[in-house]
């Protein structure tokens, strides 16, 4: 663009603005942009929006939030385009192909949320970058392929900044990635790479500077050219949580959780809010039972450890110590009562050899037991929501406190 000026009538100035040919703005994505087999943006120069997304052609960004209806994604640009997809919120989008497909090379990042992705077809991938693939900031994406491959790249892949993937393949000759040119993982966070019957990561060279890398793959079958490791920590099929029969219990402790997950004859810890577990048992390969130790009250991470590579599981938020409603000293420091509305129960603790009454405001006795445990529980279901009086006799003592049951 070049600017003139010209006297061109006394006394006034005119500014005459010359266009020059090619100097028009063109943006560089060209190609359009499919959503769920409909064409939505016919021409990527141009900017576009629906529900939970939008396509900005100045900065070739497509930007997805949690409102997105879960169709896969085809961007059809020229193999030289860069695209930026950032997503927010939680996204899930399933597809019988591939879920997110771009003919130029693909920038993943995020900004809070996980973006799960998954596919159904032996001969798809679940993502498919023609050129390279990046996923980098404050990305958190969970990708699985039930029959075919989870990520492939055509060229060079790159894991960095604080990026956490978890990519799997059950298919038979499914692949967790594979990569045709070069894969460098440089992140603060997590990749899990898993495969039931091929190599987890196939690629002809890959480089790890930093971050925690989990493989689980049959046969040893985990890289197809041994990684050049520059830093980072790599383990082989490390135990799995799946589930937790409690997700909640008393901050006292006391809760016994079955655990269920994969890989689990060699755990050697188990953590719950940093703090070793009360007692685990191994029962199998796929089920630990755990009792849970005292804590405060909150969320916490239950963790699992092998000690022979250092290896550990964290289920985020995997449980949460709940506050009893009502905690009662006695007036002997040695022993306490609390009552737990959650559960309806009683707890005392260091109270044996006494006997333990429990009194309806009109003066009747309606639950009376012995103590004999230094931990003992009453089980409060069978008595109607109300003011109760507690008394705790023995030892020449006599304790008396009042609870309410709801």
Sequence with gaps: MKIFTKNYLPGVMVLLITLLVGTQINYA???NLVLGGY????????DGSGTGWTWDAATETLTLNSNYNGVDISIWSNNSDVINLVYSGDIFIYS????????GSLNISGDGGILTLMSN????????AQQNLTIGSNANINIKNSSGIAIECFNNMTIKDNATVTCSSDGMFGKGMLISGNTMISTTGIVNIRSIYSYAVDCNNISIEKGMINLWAPF???FTSTPN??????FYNPPIITSLSENSGDIAGGTSVVLTGEFLTDVTGVKVGGTNAAGFTIDSNTQITFTTPAGTAGTVDVVLERSSDGATVLLKDGFTYRTPTGIFDADNTETSIYLNAFENMLYVNNAEERTLQIIHPLGMIVMQKNIDTVAESVDLNILSPGMYIVSITGNGKNIVKKIIKR
């Excluded at 019988?96 to 003919?103: E, P, T």
């Excluded at 077809?121 to 498919?128: A, D, L, R, W, Y």
């Excluded at 490791?229 to 790599?234: A, D, E, Y």
């Design 96 to 103: 019988h192909f591939s879920a997110i497909s771009c003919m």
């Design 229 to 234: 490791t520059t830093g980072g920590s790599i």
């Design 121 to 128: 077809n032996g001969s798809m991938s679940c993502i498919n």
């Design 220 to 222: 040893n079958r985990y």
């Design 39 to 46: 064409t939505y943006v016919p021409d990527l120069t141009l």
């Design 29 to 31: 994505a060209t190609g």
